[in-house]
């Protein structure tokens, strides 16, 4: 007796819900709400409700689909090739996110995000396809999640200061949309990677990216971002007067401790495999309030590394495809950048060659974290080298710079030759 078509749907799905269940459960298992749990400085002893509010409010991006066109590209999606730039986007993010709204800040709805499992693209594009499938055959619409009710939302902000915080985290979100014009969005982010000889669906290393995110921060013309800079440390060392510079550099006379910065980076834990005498060094780091994470991940597989538990890593994961978002319309739907559930991460499985983000708010904040950073790094470096240095002076003082470059031309000669390097992920290991 032959089968019937709904004998062939339910066998399809068996299929392919056997395959995603295999990938969920064994290759990304979801963290157990455990005590203990510490994302930087906010260590949560056994409230795992403030755990989950404090990790669910930090913005997720991940892959999108049916987004608008990439210039010089056909891709309209950047599934299978985005996620380090999308892990470079949640680090900048949670930045904007302590520059704008505070640490203490949490979103107000994030305890009604569904607490589910966080599916790779894979598995998304699988249930999606088999819903479907079904759905053509059966001629049903396919079901979609429902959103949180604006007017519910509207309830909970009771005063001023909770409207701001709002506006703030939707401007914030918007910055990030998938569209030409948001200013830190994927498609902006290929436009600079361009100058660094990349283009839409290369693979890009945290390195090329920590210089593609200061590109892009400096390129910003938005009122509200002329208080914040980038800085990315040369060949694992951070100038300190360079720092500096770029934080006094276009102050107006009514903010004389300098504008906000963002330090990024980039080092390598160990040769082909991270060594994990470097682990105690990056919890340590990771506990620190000047830290906004980590952009690493698994060889060619990039997550958003936001704390720790035990000797494993917290994780947001990119590699989730949803549909597009436009963020330009009022009121636009929060739900999707925001992860319900935190993923862990084995220390010994990370790849060596990342990207540690720091915050600092001016001048004196810089000067207290480049103190306690390097207590870090004695700390952990023993009678080794530290991963990376914080030196008096200039670049230019050890004649690591070349002449300044032409305004027309965002990334100079050095710079393109370090982006090469990076490109390739070779490191100068101490």
């Avoid at 107006?252 to 682990?279: F, H, Q, W």
């Amino acid at each position: 007796m032959e089968a019937t078509g709904t004998d062939e749907v339910d066998k399809l799905k068996t299929k392919f819900i056997s395959a995603w269940n295999n990938m969920k459960y064994n290759e990304h298992k979801v963290l157990p709400a455990l005590s203990g749990c510490t994302i930087e400085d906010h260590v949560i002893a056994g409230n795992v409700e403030e755990f989950r509010k404090d990790f669910i409010s930090r913005i997720w991006l991940t892959y999108r689909e049916e987004f608008p066109q990439i210039e010089g590209s056909a891709l309209t999606t950047d599934c299978g090739w985005g996620c380090t730039l999308r892990t470079g986007q949640m680090l900048l993010a949670q930045g904007l996110i302590l520059h704008f709204l505070g640490r203490a800040w949490t979103w107000p709805d994030a305890l009604n995000i569904e607490n589910s499992d966080s599916e790779s693209w894979t598995s998304h594009t699988v249930k999606k396809f088999t819903a479907s499938f079904e759905a053509s055959l059966s001629g049903e619409r396919e079901l979609k999640t429902p959103a949180i009710s604006l007017k519910e939302t509207l309830r909970k902000y009771s005063d001023d200061h909770e409207m701001r915080n709002e506006t703030y985290h939707r401007k914030i979100v918007s910055w990030f949309g998938d569209s030409p014009l948001a200013l830190f969005g994927l498609h902006q982010l290929i436009e600079f990677g361009k100058k660094s000889g990349k283009k839409a669906g290369d693979w890009y290393g945290p390195a090329v990216v920590a210089h593609i995110l200061r590109k892009a921060v400096e390129e910003a013309r938005h009122p509200d971002l002329q208080g914040i800079t980038i800085y990315v440390a040369q060949d694992c060392t951070v100038y300190n007067c360079d720092v500096i510079d770029k934080q006094n550099a276009s102050m107006t006379s009514g903010n004389a401790d300098g504008k906000a910065i963002i330090i990024l980076v980039p080092v390598r834990l160990g040769g082909e495999r991270t060594n994990t005498d470097y682990l105690e060094f990056v919890k340590g780091v990771l506990s620190l309030e000047y830290c906004v994470g980590i952009i690493g991940g698994k060889p060619k597989q990039s997550y958003y590394f936001a704390g720790f538990q035990d000797d494993s890593l917290i994780y947001m994961d990119p590699h989730y495809c949803q549909s597009f978002v436009d963020v330009s319309i009022k009121d636009f739907p929060l739900e999707t950048f925001h992860c319900p559930s935190p993923k862990k991460m084995s220390f010994r499985k990370m790849d060596p060659s990342c990207t540690i983000g720091f915050y600092c708010r001016n001048v004196q904040d810089f000067k207290r974290a480049s103190e306690e950073i390097t207590k870090i790094l004695k700390i952990s470096s023993k009678e080794k080298y530290p991963l990376f240095t914080f030196v008096n002076g200039h670049s230019r003082d050890y004649d690591f710079t070349s002449t300044a470059s032409n305004e027309e031309d965002l990334f100079s000669e050095d710079e393109k030759k370090r982006l090469k390097r990076f490109s390739t992920e070779e490191f100068v290991l101490l």
